[in-house]
């Protein structure tokens, strides 16, 4: 089956610095990963559409400067989240178009858990 | 472009049914199911393409009526370990992404 790859489980940074997360899929190229945030009991809400060497699309209200979403390969896109502040605590999720061959969906990766302090 | 999920939650005894709905207000290429266990991601369940689709494996099925862009996904004979958060996820005809609905927590109890 599909398999996403995602670094760190967990992070804590202090307010003010850069984090960097990774996506990578394991068994198949994905051309398109899609970055979600998501705060305690609510839904998942898709901040940006990373795609392989071209720029990502942001959705309406994330700030690009701040997550900068890199896709420099078929198989890993990263977001780094700079000059990090409390209110970007949240879990973090990325995931990858995998139907290709077989129905699975969208398949994600194990989410980050970034707290800023 | 959020779908809509109802209920909410819901609170189950072990052996009973629940459905739940999902409403998009968009045209709808596809539509996906997920459940998400606390503090985990999401694990896909089914996934039903534009045409009226129904599928089904074991005990949870789902159907998507095309025409009023909704999706249903039943639950049958619930189990303890269906217990978790239930998310629509919806492909809007020409966009290559996917928007998560507002969540359904369900609850199976003993």
């Known amino acids: 089956g599909a398999v996403v790859s995602q670094h760190p489980s967990w992070v804590i940074c202090k307010s003010g610095t850069s984090v960097k997360i990774e996506c990578r899929s394991l068994?198949?190229?994905?051309?398109?990963m899609f970055w979600y945030r998501q705060f305690p009991k609510q839904s998942l809400m898709l901040m940006a559409t990373?795609?392989?060497?071209?720029?990502?699309?942001?959705e309406q209200g994330v700030e690009k400067d701040k997550f900068l979403i890199n896709h420099a390969s078929l198989t890993l896109s990263t977001l780094t989240v700079t000059s990090a502040h409390p209110e970007d605590s949240s879990f973090y999720i990325c995931s990858a178009d995998s139907r290709t061959g077989g129905d699975y969906g969208y398949t994600f990766g194990s989410g980050t858990r970034l707290t800023v302090v | 472009q959020q779908p809509v999920q109802s209920p909410q939650a819901v609170i189950l005894r072990e052996g009973e049914d629940a459905v739940i709905n999902c409403s998009s207000s968009k045209a709808l290429y596809s539509v996906h199911w997920y459940r998400q266990k606390h503090g985990e991601a999401p694990v896909f369940l089914m996934i039903l393409l534009k045409g009226g689709e129904q599928k089904g494996h074991e005990k949870i099925s789902a159907s998507f009526n095309e025409k009023k862009q909704q999706s249903s996904l039943y639950l049958t004979a619930s189990q303890l370990s269906y217990s978790g958060t239930y998310f629509c996820g919806t492909e809007i005809i020409g966009a290559n992404n996917l928007f998560f609905g507002t969540g359904t927590r369900l609850t199976v109890i003993p």
């Open positions: 068994d198949f190229q994905a051309t398109t």
């Open positions: 990373s795609n392989e060497g071209s720029k990502a699309t942001y």
